[in-house]
């Protein structure tokens, strides 16, 4: 699905990815874990492109296509899809004309016919339903006064519109309550398929206990420095980080 | 070209949407060649005497013409907009200039045919399949009412749509009665140079207790070269009665600076409405802001009678130069008065523009809600005065005044001017001023959607409270037009 | 209107006369200053409501009279005694005393301040020709009317405070300006300079009051130098009587990561006029507002804010807040201006304003204007009356009329006076605000 190698990045000419290599197949999720500030969301928004940040050295192949060579848009149409940290809000633009808007661009870029009213209708109501949106809020504009808890359901609700191949979450779980952890969550699980994967970016093991991941990695200054199985999450939520870090110096 | 660099944006392909929308070209640019009848140069008495002679006026509208005239004489012209433009040469304009054509028009056929080319480039729906689709056209062109269409099922009932000099001839008492009752031959330097020269314009009035059963529409086109354009709008409505007005302007480039100085008046009395909208886009200069209108226009609806109601809607793209409030003086209890307007400015175009609610009733309300955009090296400012007089008891105004900007070298501006008289009013004023964001855009980029549909989108979210305002058929065109204005095509 | 201005007239003819009892000072170097603010004064002239900035402020009435020079009348009488009354109750401060416009060593109880704070009389340091003085004194802002003219040609004297590099005057600096007399009808021309260095620190309360019966006219100008990272309150609390007129004029100029906070409390005068103005010329800069304004009778009270972010990255916040009961009328002109570096700015403003009475009135003009783009600025005006829901539900408890309403203006105000930092003058102005609105405290 997506092949990382050697993946440096810089903001503001300070570097802030060292060296990421990862590789994700179909149908499998993975977690990225680290301390704040280990590089957890640059790498989230430099796959999708952002453009404050300056890929410096290494690649990046998703499907097979040199994802770095391609503009934000194109990489969304590609399939890959990012759940915000901060979600935007752009005031008089509803939920249903973004959606449809975004849905009909990766249509007409795979060749496809523009969805129909009714059947984009349908989509929304099933879709809605999953992340328990209420209507008022489709019709609502995008993320405009919605509680952190709302848009971050919103993110999820668009996910699952989408159907893309690859989801990266960043840090979806973040100042949630439980209640909404698990409607987030079980958003993610639905989406799941042997077809697509997921890249889930969390400080917290506990998003881990709802989606639950096949590989764990940790991210400390800018390079994963241990991968294992869900396993290390509970490792990392015992112990800490200091440990590794410990490991890290004494293997160097 | 505007300037319009990459690091503003964060992006080069951000920075090209954004450059695209605001560098496109003028798209009614041409000019039609017919012979005109036109006054030479200059004005005097002897020029008011002439306008009038021409049109076979009353003597009495002399007589106020004249009045106007000599009063404009011991003005000054206003500085205190917020815009800059060279002097202006009042002397090197002509003040009539009509097409030369036979005096009396029986149909459509009559009509000259390069003209009706022009309607045709325009849109203007002249035809009888366009008649079918309900919209009644006064179209006046440099100054002078050419054709009227669907007078007849207007008539009966009892709706009176021509243009103000055959309402001068028709209609005399109408006229007398109404004109310069809203803005009088003193207002304003503009106004009272209006109503010592004014050529032409609409006339309209809606008996008691008829609801217009379509939408009326005029279309204003400045034409021949350095003609001012002056025309005058009267719109009476009667108790009870109802209309939609809907004005739509458009000028061809050229070089030299043209004055466009329009009054409109408009009238309701006792439970009577008027809903009046804008299409605005005279030539803007181009990108170095050479050339363009000058649009110095004085609009004020009087809601005199009780439960009235005035609606201005105004989407404006064009203009070198803009000076203009439409406003409303709520006399009667419980009248209702309202401002939506979108104003669009790019390149050096500049534009002081905004509203003024005078509530004189009780129980009166008003609403202005203001969406400025500024691109490019221009300055968009907003200027309103809501006024609560002494008797305006319980009255209400909600004001919301939004600016938008894109890219570095353009400004925004702010001037709301609150007169307070009454206790119980209750005034709210709402303003903010932000900027197309990088975020805004990212995000939408990351759903699959182009950088130059995305900053469509974010602009017309912005501006959404406006276009649900204007009639159907209108807000598709003030879309499209924004579109244009700000280029490509609106998502 | 120069024919009916017996006060440009006076002030326009008698600067030979002033310039003879002026005791040394015409020697100084700021003598020049002077005369070229009486040139002004001939220039500009007294505004006039056809003046945008004086629109809804008519001073005709003020400038008919022609009030005298302090130093051409005969001292007025204070003692120590007084001064206790005037002082702000239970507010723990030095004290400085200003009569009409002259410092008064002996009636002021100052510390004994760490080395180089400079606490002291104007006049002083104008006599010595102090580096300071040379340096700020009418540098910082520029004559705009004829008022600014006629106080930077005519006063003698007033505050000076001076607060070097990291050195910080703990207690607050309470300056009372006793204004008026009971023999004449008196100008008052208090021109004061506060200087705040680097990383410095300092409170100060400017605490103006009426004397005697007569008319007479307060008209100020006081100039604040915010150093880098200086920290500056300058709380205002205007009390004069109903016999004055009132116009007064500060400027800041603020430099990188200072924060300087104006408290404008505006209680007296017959006429009042403020004008606040701040220069953010420099980045991480933080500029608070906060504004009351309580008018009774036919007082008018004009404030006008102007904040210019002229450097990226500084913060604004603006809260003026008024109350207007009987005849009395309120201006509020706030303008924002965001030059076109000023790129990160934020920029708040917020003018709400209550009329208790049928026949009060006020008139605002928020304004913004944004020559950058990449800012947060935003503006809010209201103007109501006391909620009558909330009336209601207070009433519905059992709650007289009168406690209810005080209750509700409570409310109105509260997050103005929260914005106090000194506890025992919140307390204060809350017994102010009640008393003079004449209505029960709570």
């Given amino acids: 699905m997506i092949s990382i190698k050697d993946l440096h990045a810089t903001i503001d000419g300070k570097e802030i990815l060292r060296g990421i290599n990862l590789e994700v197949k179909a149908g499998e999720v993975h977690a990225i874990m680290g301390p704040n500030g280990s590089g957890k969301s640059t790498l989230a928004n430099v796959l999708a492109g952002h453009e404050a940040f300056e890929v410096t050295k290494g690649e990046v192949f998703f499907e097979g296509e040199d994802l770095l060579e391609q503009s934000p848009d194109e990489r969304a149409r590609e399939g890959l899809f990012l759940a915000f940290q901060y979600p935007i809000e752009i005031p008089g633009v509803t939920n249903a004309t973004f959606l449809k808007a975004a849905i009909n661009e990766i249509r007409k870029h795979h060749g496809q016919d523009e969805i129909s009213p009714k059947e984009f209708l349908d989509l929304m109501k099933e879709k809605a339903k999953k992340v328990g949106m209420d209507d008022s809020l489709i019709s609502r504009s995008v993320n405009a006064g919605f509680s952190g808890g709302e848009k971050k359901r919103n993110e999820i609700f668009q996910l699952l519109m989408l159907n893309p191949k690859l989801a990266l979450l960043d840090e979806t779980d973040s100042g949630l309550d439980i209640d909404a952890l698990k409607v987030v969550s079980n958003g993610v699980n639905t989406y799941r398929s042997e077809k697509n994967a997921s890249i889930v970016v969390t400080h917290y093991q506990r998003l881990l206990e709802y989606i639950v991941p096949d590989y764990v990695h940790v991210l400390y200054k800018g390079r994963i420095i241990k991968s294992g199985g869900k396993e290390l999450a509970l490792q990392l939520e015992e112990k800490g980080y200091d440990w590794i870090k410990e490991e890290q110096v004494e293997t160097v | 070209m505007a300037e319009v660099r990459a690091e503003d944006f964060g992006s080069e392909e951000q920075a090209k949407a954004v450059e695209d929308l605001t560098t496109s070209e003028y798209k009614w640019g041409w000019e039609t060649e017919i012979e005109q009848d036109t006054f030479p140069k200059g004005l005097n008495e002897d020029v008011v005497r002439g306008i009038s002679r021409k049109k076979n006026e009353p003597e009495w509208m002399l007589e106020w013409r004249l009045k106007a005239y000599r009063h404009w004489l011991t003005m000054e012209e206003p500085k205190w907009p917020k815009v800059k433009y060279p002097e202006i040469d009042y002397q090197a304009y002509s003040y009539y200039s009509a097409p030369k054509e036979k005096p009396e028009l029986e149909s459509l056929d009559e009509v000259d045919p390069e003209l009706l080319k022009t309607f045709e480039k325009l849109g203007i729906p002249l035809e009888e399949q366009k008649k079918l689709a309900g919209v009644a056209v006064d179209a006046v062109f440099d100054s002078v009412s050419v054709t009227t269409t669907f007078k007849e099922t207007l008539a009966e009932k009892g709706i009176i749509f021509c243009s103000i000099s055959e309402a001068l001839q028709e209609h005399p008492e109408l006229v007398k009665k109404y004109i310069g009752s809203v803005v009088p031959y003193t207002d304003n330097y503009f106004a009272t140079l209006n109503s010592a020269v004014f050529s032409d314009g609409s006339f309209v009035y809606i008996p008691k207790g008829v609801r217009c059963p379509m939408e009326l529409s005029t279309y204003f086109r400045i034409n021949a070269m350095d003609t001012g354009q002056f025309e005058r709008t009267l719109i009476i409505a009667d108790e009870g009665s109802y209309v939609s007005y809907l004005e739509g302007c458009t000028a061809p480039m050229r070089d030299t600076n043209q004055l466009h100085a329009a009054v409109v008046e408009l009238v309701t009395l006792d439970n009577a409405e008027i809903k009046y909208s804008t299409v605005q886009n005279w030539y803007p200069g181009d990108s170095e802001g050479k050339g363009g209108i000058y649009n110095f226009v004085t609009k004020r609806g009087a809601c005199r009678g009780v439960n009235s109601k005035i609606s201005w809607t105004q989407v404006e793209t064009g203009s070198a130069v803009t000076w203009k409030y439409p406003g409303c003086i709520l006399q009667g209890d419980n009248s209702v008065g309202e401002f939506y307007s979108v104003a669009v400015t790019n390149n050096h175009q500049q534009a002081d523009t905004g509203t003024k609610m005078i509530h004189i009733g009780k129980n009166t309300k008003s609403t202005i809600i203001s969406k400025g955009i500024s691109a490019g090296r221009s300055d968009n400012s907003y200027r309103g005065l809501v006024k609560i007089g002494k008797k305006a008891d319980n009255s209400r105004n909600f004001s919301q005044c939004d600016s938008m900007l894109m890219g570095s070298n353009c400004g925004a501006h702010t001037f709301p001017y609150i007169e307070v008289d009454n206790e119980s009013a209750m005034v709210e004023h709402e303003a903010t001023t932000s900027k197309v964001g990088e975020d805004q855009i990212f995000y939408l980029n990351q759903r699959g959607i182009s950088t130059e549909d995305a900053v469509n989108m974010i602009v017309n979210g912005f501006c959404k409270e406006v276009f649900n305002e204007l009639p159907m058929e209108f807000a598709v065109e003030a879309q499209k037009l924004l579109a244009i204005s700000l280029e490509g095509s609106v998502g | ?442």
């Fill in chain 3, 1 to 442: 209107m120069p024919a009916e201005s017996n006060l440009l007239k006076k002030y326009t003819e008698g600067f030979a006369a002033f310039e003879e009892k002026l005791n040394g000072q015409s020697e100084t170097s700021f003598h020049k200053v002077r005369n070229e603010a009486l040139n002004k004064l001939a220039e500009l002239q007294f505004p006039t409501v056809k003046n945008e900035e004086w629109k809804y402020t008519n001073v005709s009435g003020l400038v008919k009279n022609d009030f005298e020079h302090p130093l051409n009348i005969e001292t007025v009488d204070i003692d120590a005694a007084l001064i206790e009354k005037l002082r702000i109750d239970d507010v723990d401060s030095d004290i400085l005393v200003v009569v009409n416009g002259s410092f008064n060593k002996e009636l002021s109880v100052l510390s004994d301040y760490p080395d180089g704070i400079i606490v002291d009389s104007l006049a002083n340091q104008i006599k010595n020709n102090s580096e300071l003085t040379e340096k700020y004194l009418s540098k910082l802002t520029k004559i705009e009317n004829g008022f600014n003219a006629l106080n930077t040609a005519y006063s003698t004297d007033g505050v000076f405070i001076y607060v070097p590099d990291n050195k910080v005057i703990e207690k607050p600096l309470q300056v009372i300006f006793i204004n008026g007399s009971s023999e004449n009808e008196v100008i008052s021309l208090p021109r004061n300079l506060i200087i705040a260095g680097k990383n410095s620190q300092v409170s100060i309360i400017a605490n103006y009051v009426g004397y005697g019966e007569k008319e007479y006219f307060t008209n100020t100008i006081t100039e604040v130098y915010s150093g880098a990272n200086s920290v500056v309150d300058l709380y205002k609390v205007q009390n004069e009587n109903e016999n004055a007129y009132h116009i007064d004029k500060t400027e800041v100029y603020q430099n990188r990561d200072s924060v300087f906070s104006h408290y404008n409390m505006s209680f007296g005068g017959k006429l009042v006029r403020n004008d606040i103005n701040s220069t953010l010329d420099d980045e991480n800069i933080t500029t608070n507002y906060y504004g009351l304004y309580l008018g009774s009778n036919k007082q008018h009270i004009d404030n006008h804010t102007f904040v210019n972010h002229a450097k990226p990255n500084c913060e604004s916040n603006e809260l003026y807040k008024g109350i207007l009961d009987d005849q009395s009328r309120g201006v509020f002109n706030g303008k924002i201006w965001v030059e076109k570096d000023a790129q990160k700015t934020n920029a708040y403003q917020s003018n709400k304003t209550i009329l208790l009475s049928k026949e009060a009135s006020i008139d605002t003009k928020p304004q913004l204007e944004i020559y950058a783009d990449d800012v947060k600025c935003s503006h809010g005006a209201t103007i109501g009356h006391l909620d009558d829901q909330a009336y209601f539900y207070i009433r519905s408890r059992g709650v007289s009329p009168e406690i209810a309403k005080s209750m509700l203006i409570r409310a109105f105000i509260d997050d103005v006076v929260e914005e106090v930092k000194i506890d025992n003058l919140k307390e204060q102005l809350n017994h102010m605000i009640f008393e003079h609105l004449h209505r029960v405290e709570i």
